[in-house]
């Protein structure tokens, strides 16, 4: 995984740090008192306990990726982050996006961070899904993901990858998920947290 050298060199010497987290209800954290973003927060102070860091949740439930485009200079540029972090999937692949256009809209995110700011970026998967064919158009959603962050040398958290893992060392997928199977618990939350907080 690419490391965020400029984000942690702040974070390490005590200057001020912007996170802006772009997406939709993951990010967001539906439902729950916490979110993955909360979290992190908490690992952060953890870890760096002396530095000043602010994240900015621009999580909207129901998001695609062209809905994030629209709002990422009002919401994210203008803010100036040291790091933004983009998430999106799901919503794409339920609302019929092709795996294609959800990449296109995700790589003009990324280029007009790249345009507009001096930010470092890292990009995330969403998680896994419980019903095999749902995943399967999930994970063809996550692999443009992965395709993006070799194309622009850029850190991708694969989030649904890091939920397998626990789920092989005997984590229960029913414990990690709301009612619709999709969305979260806050110890779903967590683990999400945990794969993001590698970056760091």
Do not use: C
Request: a negative charge; zero cysteines; hydrophobic letters at 40%.
């Amino acid at each position: 995984m690419e490391k965020l050298v400029k984000t942690i060199g702040k974070l390490f010497n005590r200057e001020e740090v912007i996170i802006g987290a772009l997406g939709d209800s993951l990010t967001y954290g539906w439902m729950t008192e916490r979110g993955f973003l909360d979290y992190l927060n908490d690992m952060l102070k953890k870890k760096y306990p002396d530095s000043p860091f602010k994240i900015l949740n621009r999580g909207i439930p129901g998001d695609t990726a062209r809905d994030g485009l629209r709002r990422l200079d009002r919401e994210i540029i203008r803010f100036n982050p040291d790091l933004v972090m983009i998430q999106f999937a799901l919503n794409d692949a339920y609302t019929e996006f092709s795996p294609d256009n959800f990449k296109n809209n995700i790589d003009m995110i990324i280029s007009k961070v790249k345009e507009k700011t001096n930010s470092e970026i890292a990009l995330l998967t969403s998680v896994t899904l419980i019903d095999p064919r749902e995943n399967i158009i999930a994970e063809n959603f996550y692999s443009r993901i992965t395709e993006l962050g070799l194309k622009y040398n850029i850190p991708v958290v694969s989030v649904h990858e890091y939920w397998k893992k626990k789920i092989s060392e005997g984590a229960v997928h029913s414990t990690l998920v709301q009612f619709d199977g999709v969305h979260p618990t806050e110890k779903g939350y967590q683990l999400m947290a945990e794969a993001v907080f590698e970056l760091f």
